[in-house]
Structure formats: structure tokens, C-alpha cells
């Protein structure tokens, strides 16, 4: 075989490590931060600071609010929204992997390249190709 092949499969192995590393490094630095934050917040809460400044940097206590439906009744929360005016706030989507696994069933239930009702104005269908990596 070709060194330059084996070559760029030791720099692909390599990176894809490093990139492995680096996001276990991010996950365990997210947490810190989380933890960090919230005792600090806790903290400038029970001193009733809502902000101050520190080596150039200005530190504020903000709030963000989360809304989400409850996942089992979301039937009822749409139909809510809907007859309540609030119907504009309801958005139709397909999620991708969704749709590119249903695309790929489709062709090899079918044996065409794509569906004839989805021609290429509607749908963009590719196919990339990589090297994948296994433990031996």
C-alpha cells in the first residue's frame, strides 16, 4: 500500500484523539463553569449584589427564562396555541437525520435515487464520503 496512505490514516488517528481529549477537557471545564457560576450567583444573591466590577470585567447577575410544552401533552398545548391566536408561534420542521434516513429507505425499498414527488427545486440529497476509524 501506498505510504501516504498510511501516512494520513496515522494524521487522521492522531486528530480525531486529540479532538476526543479536547472535548472530554470541554465537558469537564462546562461543569466547572456551571458550578462556578451558580455559586457565585448564590453568592451575589445573599449579598443582594446584582453587579460589580473586578480586574476589567463586570460581573451581573441576569435572568433568562425557559419555556418548553410538556412533552405528552404537546397535542393539547398546540391545539391551545391555535385557539388562542397564538398559532403563529407553531413552526412545521423535519428534523435532517430524520429525513436522510427516510431518503436512504426509501431508495433501497424503491431502487431509485430519490423520491419522484421530491424533485431536486425541493429536496438536496448528497453523499459525502470519509474514512471512518475502528478499534481493531
Known sequence: M?????????????LK???EELDAKIK???AEIESVD?????????????KFTRNSNTYY???????SPIAERKPEFLKALRDNDCGNLITEQVN????ASWVKEFNEANGCERPPFLPEELLNIYTKVNVGIRKS
Open 2 to 14: 501506498n505510504e501516504k496512505i498510511f501516512e494520513l490514516a496515522d494524521e487522521l488517528s492522531a
Open 96 to 99: 435532517a437525520n430524520t429525513l
Open 17 to 19: 484523539a486529540e479532538k
Open 28 to 30: 469537564a471545564l462546562n
Open 61 to 67: 447577575l441576569k435572568s433568562r427564562l425557559f419555556a
Open 38 to 50: 451558580a455559586k457565585l450567583t448564590e453568592a451575589m444573591t445573599n449579598a443582594e449584589v446584582d
